[in-house]
């Protein structure tokens, strides 16, 4: 299985600012995922983090508002830029290995 | 692109009972059909899965059945415990096709 580490696992953070959220995972994967949560609600994704190109966003997610970085095939970063409350929510990376979807742990985002 | 559905959004059973979470799926080219958990603050896990080739596979009390003429699979959950609340996510992808699509989620309460 492979592991994956994500930081901060949570942040509150005045609006008008920017945060950094990083995944690494423990083995090279082709894609990876950032996802949207809210508490016990559905997984929306934002984009998928391509290494060497640029990302591909998901309707409703522009790259000026959530930036992605791809440096390499362990590593991944998402920024939520320019936060509002409305960006409050549970931030998840993934990566499929062999089928199989791995996520990090969640970085939870309170925005005041 | 696939699209993946899941009802219901939320299911309650009584502790003993059967519970039963049913997704579908659109893109016919999809072959390889995962489960994942998610328990309250914890990141989503692979619980069981199932490959456009075979109908049915049982794990212990938790099963999976495909329908690949109607594009639906179905979890089922045998003799539920109340450590089986959670959220569920079904999802749908092509093997060797890093583009995973999930379904929005199922909250299982389950009542001792």
């Known amino acids: 299985s492979a592991v994956i580490s994500q930081k901060p696992s949570r942040d509150i953070c005045q609006r008008g600012t920017s945060l950094t959220i990083q995944c690494q995972v423990d083995?090279?994967?082709?894609?990876m995922f950032w996802y949207r949560q809210q508490p016990g609600q559905s997984l929306t994704l934002i984009a998928t983090?391509?290494?060497?190109?640029?990302?591909?966003?998901e309707s409703g997610f522009v790259i000026d508002k959530f930036p992605i970085s791809r440096p390499n095939l362990t590593f991944s970063t998402l920024t939520v830029s320019n936060m509002s409350p409305e960006d409050s929510s549970i931030y998840l990376c993934s990566a499929i290995r062999e089928t199989e979807a791995f996520f990090g742990q969640g970085t939870r985002l309170t925005v005041v | 692109g696939e699209n993946v559905e899941q009802h219901p959004s939320t299911l309650s059973v009584q502790e003993g009972d059967s519970a039963v979470i049913k997704c579908t799926y659109s893109?016919?080219?999809?072959?390889?059909f995962p489960w994942y958990k998610q328990e309250l603050g914890k990141r989503p896990q692979l619980i069981i899965d199932i490959r456009s080739n075979v109908g049915e596979k049982k794990d212990q009390r938790i099963a999976v059945t495909l329908n690949k003429t109607a594009k639906h699979f179905s979890l089922h959950i045998t003799e539920t415990q109340p450590e089986d609340s959670a959220v569920y996510f079904c999802?749908?992808?092509?093997?060797?096709?890093?583009?995973?699509?999930f379904g929005a989620g199922t909250r299982l309460t389950v009542k001792p």
């Open positions: 983090a391509n290494q060497g190109s640029e990302a591909t966003y």
């Open positions: 083995s090279q994967v082709t894609m």
């Open positions: 999802a749908a992808s092509i093997n060797n096709n890093n583009d995973m699509r």
């Open positions: 893109d016919s080219a999809s072959n390889y």
